[in-house]
């Protein structure tokens, strides 16, 4: 079978457009999507996750990520806590006042999924799946290392 080539360009118009009504609903919320991600992370993660962690899960630069989880903190939705496991570094966690607004972002997740992917069958969602998970396989594996701030390669 030969390669359409209109395959990665629609995937990328669903990538741009999921983003773009995802961010519609949020914005009820008055969330950003990536205060949302971090929030439907946490929201999963009850114990906790490091700052490294979010900034992983967001695919975004430290600084970057230390300013939206500034703005959470700063909304009382998460707070930083010292990690039992490693004195230098944070755990991010959810606020008695910050669940509520999570649990809200996880129940429009699921609902959105639930409504794309109404109809289809669960082959066709599986094989989309491991398409999709190989495509990002290697566009990961394009990417330059990322190196840590003493110029060493970092996995």
């Known amino acids: 079978m030969s390669p359409n080539p209109n395959l990665l360009r629609i995937i990328g118009r669903v990538g741009r457009e999921l983003s773009t009504g995802f961010d519609a609903q949020l914005k009820s919320l008055g969330l950003t999507s ?3 991600r971090v929030l439907l992370q946490l ?5 906790g996750v490091s700052q490294a962690a ?3 899960f967001l ?3 430290h600084p970057t990520a230390v300013r ?3 703005g959470l903190e700063s909304l009382g939705h998460i707070r930083r806590e010292p990690s039992p496991h490693d004195r230098r570094a944070k755990l991010i ?4 006042a910050g669940r509520p607004l999570a649990e809200q972002v996880g129940v429009l997740t699921d609902g959105l999924n ?3 992917l109404d109809g289809l069958s669960a082959e ?5 799946n491991r398409i999709l998970t190989i495509l990002l396989e290697r566009i990961e594996a394009l990417k330059p290392p990322v190196s840590d701030e003493l110029g060493e390669r970092v996995s």
């Open 124 to 128: 066709d969602v599986a094989t989309t």
């Open 93 to 96: 966690m959810l606020t008695d």
């Open 114 to 116: 639930a409504q794309l």
């Open 68 to 70: 939206i989880l500034d």
């Open 54 to 56: 979010v900034t992983e």
């Open 34 to 36: 990536a205060r949302a």
């Open 59 to 61: 695919g975004v630069e």
């Open 43 to 47: 929201v999963r993660s009850p114990e």
